[in-house]
Antibody, heavy 120, light 112 residues
């Protein structure tokens, strides 16, 4: 069974750093991409970026380039999303999803989400 | 960047009645490999999104056959033949033809 399990909810202060995780199981982790998607409170889905676990090829949305870093440790089948200095506007639910890449081109499995709250 | 525009943004439907959601892209979603990477996702209240349809019209595993997708180029449609109570939620179209990938604004399906 394919599963993506994300790390737990976080409460942080503005200016703090944060790294959240997404652990894959039940499939060949290095054969797929992992995408990160933001959902601000009461709002729609926003594509942040993707990483290919085979060679760590990473693509970012221009809206998020320089604001976050996407990385992965394939030895433990885990992808990460990190911030070096959080802002209140980073408060959102963050989802990871498996991207099936070329020839299928969809996000077929999703993590349960990680709620990030940034407040002073 | 490709902009995805959905209509309507809200759709009140009676149980057992059909529903239809449109999605238009700002440019063609036909990839250089000949595929069109347009998918539809459902997000029930308090849940993560779930894949319904991929490559315009292919139902994902476990998706009921009352859901269907159609379209080509820049215009796409998701149809539900007979709405059930469990279909309540927000529906998103998504393109993965070109980076950055992008979602429509979402269409809220509610029971009338």
């Amino acid at each position: 069974e394919v599963r993506l399990v994300q790390s737990g909810a976080e409460v942080k202060k503005p200016g703090e750093s944060l790294k959240i995780s997404c652990k894959g199981s039940g499939y060949s982790f290095t054969s797929y991409w992992i995408a990160w998607v933001r959902q601000m409170p009461g709002k729609g889905l926003e594509w942040m970026g993707v990483i290919y676990l085979g060679d760590s090829d990473t693509r970012y949305s221009p809206s998020f380039q320089g604001q976050v870093t996407i990385s992965a440790d394939k030895s433990i089948s885990t992808a990460y999303l990190q911030w070096s200095s959080l802002k209140a506007s980073d408060t959102a639910m963050y989802y990871c999803a498996r991207f099936r890449g070329t020839y299928l081109g969809d996000f077929d499995y999703w993590g349960q989400g990680t709620l990030v709250t940034v407040s002073s | 960047d490709i902009v995805m525009t959905q209509t309507p943004l809200s759709s009140p439907v009676s149980l057992g009645q059909p529903a239809s959601i449109s999605c238009r892209s700002s440019q063609s979603l036909v990839h250089s490999d000949g595929n069109t990477y347009l998918s539809w996702l459902q997000q029930r209240p308090g849940q993560p999104p779930r894949l319904l349809i991929y490559k315009i019209s292919n139902r994902f595993s476990g998706v009921p056959d009352r859901f269907s997708g159609s379209g080509a180029g820049t215009d796409f449609t998701l149809k539900i033949t007979r709405v059930e109570a469990e279909d309540v939620g927000v529906y998103y179209c998504m393109q993965a033809t070109q980076y950055p990938h992008s979602f429509g604004q979402g269409t809220k399906l509610e029971i009338k």
